[in-house]
């Protein structure tokens, strides 16, 4: 388990019961993209889920298809394609040959992503967070489990998410249980 997991598991309650794990190989060709190995990690971890009654986790071909990434990250792209003919786009999806594939989204309507550059190297990606009304948008140069150890442990406070966010007490809720 790479270390920003094991912390993350110090501050998030694991599930007791194990988890299904996602065909990577199938998520990886329908995103058309490598994912993450910390990403990979926590999914087979945690699984998809609810995060202090406000965060969820997406899991690609999750039962449950509030949490299904591939589903999710499908109707962000279209979302997002309508919403850029009347709002300007972030900067760094200025290149055509940049995307956003969504990982994350939270019960106010935000939406966490990373963003995807050709030759990138997965396990570097930034993650843009963008806010309910689609007009502001934040940069984190770290990976998820680096990013939620740190919303999860104070270190860090985004201006989008919720302000009651994160719970003083974390608690894990799986998809499959919802």
Partial sequence: MN??????TEL?????????????????TALQTALPADYKELINTYGGGFVDGYLLFLEPGCPNDVYDQLKIS???DEANESLW??????AELEDDSARLICWATTDN??????????GDDPDSRTIMINDESGEDWERYDMTVTRFLTAVL????????????FPLPQH??????DI
């Fill in 3 to 8: 270390p920003e997991l094991n912390r993350l």
């Fill in 12 to 28: 998030l309650p694991r599930p007791t019961t194990p988890e299904q794990t996602p065909s990577w190989e199938a998520a990886e």
């Fill in 74 to 76: 499908a109707e962000r």
């Fill in 85 to 90: 003919q009347y709002e300007d786009k972030p």
């Fill in 109 to 118: 309507g935000e939406y966490l992503y990373w963003l995807v550059q050709p």
């Fill in 153 to 164: 442990s104070g270190e860090i406070h985004s201006e989008i998410l919720w302000d009651k």
């Fill in 171 to 176: 608690e894990f809720r799986p998809a499959r």
